[in-house]
């Protein structure tokens, strides 16, 4: 799974140097249960272990720390978001036009690195699709 996650991450921000990013690991949230997100707090941590980049969050849709929250909880020019799900409620992050305008019923449009960076707030922010919703995943 981590290395699943961290090929995720390279593949949509290529050329970018890992120590100069911040990775993003999104999950829905719940406060119902937290041996839900254990395992999503387990890959955020194995990956920090790494000190590959210069942070690693866990965000999630439905409590604190929220993703919406990105531009506040980031500090790097270079933010990489990799939902653990399949993300049809990007529009959380309304007010950024050009980042909202991707999502729809089926997630965000952009699979390919070319279409997965996007400029908000003086910042580039790389979106991948869900991990869980790769082939290679699944095999």
């Known amino acids: 799974m981590t290395e699943h996650l961290l090929e995720r991450a390279r593949e949509i921000a290529p050329g ?4 100069d990013a911040t990775l993003l690991i999104v999950a829905h949230g719940t406060s119902l249960n937290d041996t839900v997100q254990s395992p999503r707090k387990l890959q955020a941590e194995k990956v920090r272990k790494r000190g590959r980049y210069a942070a690693v969050l866990n965000v999630y849709m439905e409590e604190p720390p929220l993703v919406s929250d990105w531009l506040n909880l980031t500090e790097t020019r270079n933010v990489v978001v990799v939902p653990f799900f399949s993300f ?3 529009a959380q992050l309304r007010g950024h036009s050009r980042f909202a305008r991707y999502s729809g019923g089926g ?8 279409d997965s960076s996007h400029e908000l707030h003086g910042r580039s922010l790389f979106y991948s699709t869900a991990i869980g919703t790769d082939s290679r ?3």
């Open 16 to 19: 970018i140097s890992e120590g």
């Open 107 to 114: 997630g965000l449009a952009a699979a390919s690195p070319s």
């Open 88 to 90: 049809r409620r990007i």
């Open 137 to 139: 995943f699944a095999t």
